[in-house]
C-alpha cells in the first residue's frame, strides 16, 4: 500500500509537469547524440533510453551516443562542437548544460545573488554561440533539455548547499524553452519534475534525492527517472510491452495487443498457448553501477510509475474456477496466482524469471558492456578537449602531447587520473579495435533482441 501512495503522489507531481509529447521519438536508423557534462558523460540516462528501444523496438535499429564531458559549460561545449559532436553526425542533438555554467561557491558569500546574475548572463552569451551554430545545421534536429537541478534542499551531512544556485539553473533553462521556441525546437525540462519529486519525498525523508551524495550528480535511480521524463516527453506513456486477455471458459482470445496468440487449448485443468510479443520487457538493473553509486536503476520505481505506464506485459485470463493457477513459460514455472488475481491481470514485465525477461537481461548487460568502452572514449575527449585544445596539441597524439601531459600531471589530479587511459587511446589501433567492439556489441544486440515464440501454460495448482 505504501508504494501505490508514493506512486500516485509521483503521477500526481509528474501530470502537470511532463504529460504532453514535446519531443519527437527517434527514428529508425537515427543517430541521436546527448551534448553535455559530467552528468552526461558519467552518467546512464542516455544508455537506459536506449535500452528501451533496444527493447521496444527490436526491428527498429538507432543509435544514442553520450557527448558529455565532465566540467563543461556552455562556452567549453560549444569549443568542441565541431570537432567532437557534429565528428558524430547526428540527426539529432540533445543539448544540456548550465550545471557548472551557474557557479558553485560564490553562492554563500556576500554578493551570491549578483554572482548569480553574472553567471546567468555568461550562460547565455556563450549558449548564443551554440545557438548560432545549430541554427546553421538545419540537418539537425535540436532539442533543448533543461538539466537535473542542484538540490538545494535535501539535508546531507556535512555538506552546505550553495544558497539559490538552482535559481540561477532554472533561469537558463528557462532561456533554452525561449531559444527552443523562437528557432521551432524540440524542449523537455529535467529540472522541475525532479525537484518536484525531490520535495515530494523529503516530506517524510528529509535526506532524500535524486541528484546524488554531492546535490549535482544523480545516482542511477536518478538517471532512470531522467530517462523516464525523456522518454515521457517522446509520448511513450501507456506504451505496451503487450496486452493479452483469454477468457478460458471458452478458450478464446479477447485481447491481443503488440503480440500474437495462437493454438489456445483446454484441458481439464490447463489452459495453453503459443505467445508471440513484438517487444520484450524493459530490464531493470539492480546493481548500483558507476563509481561512488549508493542505488541502483530498479530503485527509480520507488519514485516514478514507469511499470505502470511504460512497463506492462499485461496476460488476463478471465473464467477460471476458483483456486490457484501455475503459470509456466516455455516450461519454466514463474509463478503462482489464484483465479481472481489472473481475471484482474498479470504483469509479466515485472516477473524476473520468464524467458522474455532472461532475454531482456542478455541486452541490458551487452549495452553495459558497450556504455563501458563509449565511457573510454569520453575519458579520451577530456583529455583532448579540457587539456590538449588549450596547449596547441588537439588530436596531436604523438611524443610531444604525452610529454606536454607528463610536465602537468603533478598540477592536475583529473589529467593525473586519466593519464594511463590517454597513453591507450591516443594510438589509432587501439581507438579503431574499441569502435569496432562497440559495433559489434551492437550488432549482437539487435539480433538477440527479438522476441519469439512462447509456450504459455496455465496449470491449476494441487
Known sequence: MKKIVVLLAAACVLCGTAAAQTVKPFKKGERAVFLGNSITDGGHYHSYIWLYYMTRFPDMPIRIFNGGIGGDTAYDMNKRLEGDIFSMKPTALMVTFGMNDSGYQE???EDGREFGERKYQEAVKN????ERKL???PDIRAVMVGTSPYDETTKLKDNVPFRTKNE???RIVEYQRR?????GWEFVDWNAPMTALNQERQKTDSTFTLCGTDRIHPDNDGHMVMAYLFLKAQGFAGNKVADVEIDASEGRTLKAENCRVRRVKLKEDELSFDYLAKALPYPLDTVPRNWGAQRSQAEAMKVVPFMEEMNSEKLKVTGLEDGD???LIDGEEIGVWSAAEWAEGVNLAAETKTPQ???????MHLNEYRYEIERSFREYAWCQFGFFQQQGLLFANNREAIEVMDDNVDKNLWLKVKRDLYSKMMLEEVRDAREKEMELLVDRI???NKPVTRKVVLRKAR
Open 168 to 170: 540561477t539553473i532554472k
Open 446 to 448: 539487435y539480433k538477440i
Open 325 to 327: 493457477y501455475r503459470l
Open 107 to 109: 553562492y554563500n558569500g
Open 127 to 130: 549558449f548564443d554561440e551554440i
Open 357 to 363: 525477461y532472461q532475454q531482456a537481461l542478455a541486452v
Open 179 to 183: 531559444a527552443a521556441e523562437r528557432n
Open 135 to 137: 541554427k546553421e545545421r
